[in-house]
């Protein structure tokens, strides 16, 4: 979709300037806390999420590395976590690996996010297709065609795994556009029957209404993690009919390249449609969408790219419209019942 058809999507110029996320935070009313259990999976699988960058390309019985100096996964490292498989989809590029824990008995499906994510904001399309989840399920057609490019391989890697390991737990994993198709792997897989829980950092909204709150009543762990202004997770806007799987854990009172927080510095914040948290902040900072408890896309071997290809649009045109939208979405939540 052209630039000019997405900003005449916003009808509601700004008016007022986004507030500063330390007084955002502050004034949020509902916090919940998480256990000291959940904050460490989030700190791990963080580093599975930033494998996946890197690791895409591995022969079976690799270790997952990253890079050493990059930072990206030290205790995945410390683990000697081993690859069953490895995956790239032709056409959409994708990537991800089946890995074993040994120490942590499980084993990990790690999906790599986009390399260009300036080009998935400017570009940001809303197309809908139908999926057969759920009475009126829909997902984005982009993230659904990226899932089917890699699910057969996925799920052969899997079975693998399973069979040699059938006690072991099975996680998902995915950072950006990753955190999107693993959403969509985990509610696929665990109707295949396997029991997945899953962990996404900076995914964009996957489907519509019917389809977020199935997928937030599946038995199994789904968490959901934003930081601070990160643009992503506020794509494609609610006012088109997206809504995000919940809860979400909002990485908060921090800067835009944080990685050290705290378990006090995470919000636990519900609903589908819910702007509290990282919905409700605005403006084009990249940096918060690549720092998630470290550096998280630091190891790939082509660094994420977060210039535009074409430089089309401007940087305060990118800013403003992401601005409208996000204004457009809390009022329209505002405005009515979810």
């Not at 259990?37 to 019985?61: E, L, R």
């Not at 399973?162 to 985990?186: C, D, E, I, M, W």
Request: hydrophobic letters at 40%; proline letters at 4%; a negative charge.
């Amino acid at each position: 979709m052209k630039a000019g058809s997405l900003v005449a999507l916003a009808a509601v110029a700004v008016g007022n300037p986004i507030v500063s996320v330390e007084d955002y935070v502050n004034n949020i009313d509902k916090r919940a806390s998480i256990s000291s259990q959940d904050f460490s999976n989030i700190k791990f699988y963080s580093q599975h999420a930033g494998a996946a960058y890197c690791n895409v390309n591995n022969k079976p019985g690799q270790p997952i590395k990253c890079g050493g100096t990059s930072g990206t996964c030290p205790d995945v490292e410390a683990n000697k976590v081993t690859t069953v498989a490895s995956f790239i989809g032709g056409e959409t590029g994708l990537g991800g690996y089946v890995a074993v824990d040994n120490v942590r008995k499980e084993i990990v499906l790690g999906i790599r996010g986009s390399h260009n994510v300036r080009n998935f904001i400017t570009d940001v399309a809303f197309a809908f297709q139908s999926c057969d989840l759920v009475d009126q399920c829909k997902v984005h057609a982009g993230f659904a065609d990226s899932f089917k490019e890699i699910e057969t391989a996925a799920l052969n890697a899997l079975k693998t795994a399973r069979s040699a390991n059938p006690n072991f737990k099975l996680v998902v994993t995915g950072h950006s556009l990753g955190g999107a198709v693993a959403t969509l792997a985990a509610v696929n897989f665990r109707r295949a029957g396997l029991p997945f829980d899953a962990f996404t950092f900076g995914s964009p909204r996957v489907g519509n209404d019917h389809f977020a709150n199935f997928v937030s009543s599946q038995p199994g762990v789904m968490v959901r993690v934003t930081h601070d202004v990160d643009p992503v997770p506020r794509l494609p806007p609610i006012l088109v009919g997206y809504r995000h799987v919940s809860p979400e854990f909002f990485l908060a009172n921090g800067s835009a390249t944080q990685d050290n927080y705290s378990i006090d510095n995470v919000l636990q914040c519900p609903g589908i449609a819910n702007t509290n948290c990282n919905g409700g902040t605005g403006g084009f900072n990249i940096d918060a969408h690549l720092h998630y408890l470290g550096p998280i896309s630091a190891c790939g071997h082509e660094k994420l790219n977060t210039k535009r290809d074409e430089l089309d649009v401007s940087e305060e045109e990118l800013e403003q419209r992401l601005n409208e939208w996000s204004l457009n979405d809390q009022e329209h939540v505002a405005n009515i019942k979810i």
